[in-house]
């Protein structure tokens, strides 16, 4: 078992299962193609915290990404500050995916992603953009929930960010699948 530090979470276990069960539309898609849920888990993914700076002119905004370091695929995580201690919580647990890239590479990843983001948000409102990354120390586990769902031999799953209490798209379900079928 590994001790992480992580996000203190915003959803139970029991909101988790209420979440992947409730009656609404899309759940009843989901149980649908997916069929019933089977069981719910928790899953950690490591995120290497970075400070950006983008200098734009005579203005200059200071952002908090995070970028998981498995393999830099997800989407950076924005957050609103650096966590504090009271944002955290130790966990002992083995269901957490390793870290597999280290600062270096995920400093360019992280530029190049936020490079893209402040284009689409409008690439003539731009002179002369600096974007400087700074990498804050340690490293911050996003703590999941999984869904388990299927019929006999068959098994899919969803998945809940267990901070900000929402499903997560493809990038986060294949990276999961990945170090579950990897794990086996």
Same mark, same amino acid.
């Given at each position: 078992m590994s001790r992480i530090r992580s996000l203190k979470p915003n959803v139970t276990h029991d909101e988790a299962v209420e979440q992947f069960s409730s009656g609404g539309f899309m759940e009843g898609a989901r149980r649908l193609l997916r069929g019933p849920l089977r069981s719910v888990a928790d899953v950690y993914i490591p995120f290497r915290l970075f400070q950006l700076e983008l200098r734009n002119a005579n203005r200059r905004e200071v952002l908090h990404l995070a970028l998981d370091a498995v393999k830099g695929d997800l989407d950076p995580y924005h957050l609103d500050q650096v966590p504090t201690e009271?944002?955290?919580?130790?966990? +002992?647990?083995?269901?957490?995916?390793?870290?597999?890239?280290? /600062? =270096? #590479?995920?400093?360019?990843?992280? %530029?190049?992603?936020? $490079?893209?983001? %402040? &284009?689409?948000?409008?690439? &003539?409102?731009?002179?002369?953009? /600096?974007?400087?990354?700074? #990498?804050? #120390? =340690? +490293?911050? &586990?996003? #703590?999941?929930?999984? =869904? &388990? $769902?299927?019929? $006999?031999?068959? %098994? @899919?799953?969803?998945?809940?960010?267990?901070? @900000? @209490?929402?499903? +997560? =798209?493809?990038?986060?379900?294949?990276?999961?699948? /990945?170090?579950?079928?990897?794990?086996?």
């Open positions: 009271s944002d955290v919580v130790m966990v +002992e647990t083995r269901n957490c995916l390793p870290a597999r890239l280290d /600062e =270096g #590479p995920l400093n360019d990843l992280i %530029v190049a992603k936020f $490079r893209r983001f %402040v &284009f689409s948000r409008g690439f &003539f409102r731009l002179r002369s953009p /600096e974007i400087r990354a700074t #990498p804050l #120390p =340690g +490293e911050i &586990f996003i #703590p999941y929930w999984i =869904g &388990f $769902r299927g019929r $006999r031999d068959e %098994v @899919r799953f969803d998945v809940i960010d267990a901070v @900000r @209490r929402r499903y +997560e =798209g493809a990038k986060v379900r294949k990276l999961l699948y /990945e170090w579950l079928s990897s794990a086996s």
